[in-house]
């Protein structure tokens, strides 16, 4: 079965801060990644995703990841965060193909509370 | 993007009764939807894969006479949790994805419901 790891499980930065929130999974075969974000009292919303191609992959609100084949990562980052960036973020994996292509295995979660 | 909708969002029942959860895609069709169960401060465990006029794909340790799982149209998906007790108290949240587009495409959350058994 596949599993994904976030490392991180509550970071704290200020405002202007880099980030970067890791994330590992355990699956030989192609995969796709995701990345998606829970702000406080809503629902899941997609931040970036991974099918194929570059492996730098830009998403919303200034936030990138990049596939690292190699290490099984796929790593969230952005060089300043705001307060309002303050949520939980959870990396997701799928090795699914057509119908299945949803079916998403997540990692803990991690929160980031910014200060301002 | 895609709108998918989760009624009721908060519910709360005595224990030994049953709870209907409906997930609907708003802004297209959806053949397979997928359920989750969140626990507080844990991720999401995906529970079953709800597929259009057939039975439900359930994963390893998830009971399906408790959680039974019923898709009979193209943009409704229901869970029922049955005879619930206050171990199912839990946040459920359900996903869809867009079938018209192809391969390549997310699937869409809803907004969840809160589960409490008392």
């Known amino acids: 079965a596949q599993s994904v790891s976030q490392h991180n499980h509550h970071v704290i930065l200020s405002e202007a801060a880099s980030l970067e929130l890791g994330c590992n999974y355990s699956y030989g075969g192609t995969v796709n990644l995701f990345w998606y974000v829970q702000y406080p009292g809503q629902h899941l919303q997609l931040l970036l995703k991974?099918?194929?191609?570059?492996?730098l992959v830009k998403g919303i609100k200034g936030f990138e990841a990049e596939f690292i084949k190699s290490k099984f990562s796929f790593n969230l980052r952005k060089p300043s965060v705001q307060w309002s960036d303050t949520a939980e973020y959870f990396c997701?994996?799928?090795?699914?193909?057509?119908?299945?292509?949803?079916?998403?295995?997540f990692g803990r979660g991690t929160q980031l509370t910014v200060w301002p | 993007g895609a709108v998918v909708s989760q009624h009721p969002s908060r519910v709360i029942c005595k224990s030994g009764t049953s709870v209907k959860i409906e997930c609907r895609s708003l802004?297209?069709?959806?053949?397979?939807m997928f359920w989750y169960r969140q626990f507080p401060k844990q991720s999401l465990m995906l529970m079953a894969t709800?597929?259009?006029?057939?039975?439900?794909?359930?994963e390893q340790g998830v009971e399906k006479d408790k959680f039974l799982i019923n898709h009979a149209s193209l943009t409704l998906s229901t869970l029922t949790v049955t005879s619930a007790h206050p171990e199912d108290s839990s946040f459920y949240i359900c996903?869809?994805?867009?079938?018209?587009?192809?391969?390549?495409?997310?699937?869409?959350f809803g907004q969840g419901t809160r589960l409490t058994v008392v």
């Open positions: 996903s869809a994805r867009d079938q018209a587009t192809g391969g390549l495409t997310e699937a869409f």
């Open positions: 802004d297209f069709q959806a053949t397979t």
């Open positions: 997701a994996v799928n090795a699914g193909r057509g119908s299945t292509l949803g079916r998403l295995y």
């Open positions: 709800s597929n259009e006029g057939s039975k439900a794909t359930y």
């Open positions: 991974y099918f194929s191609g570059d492996p």
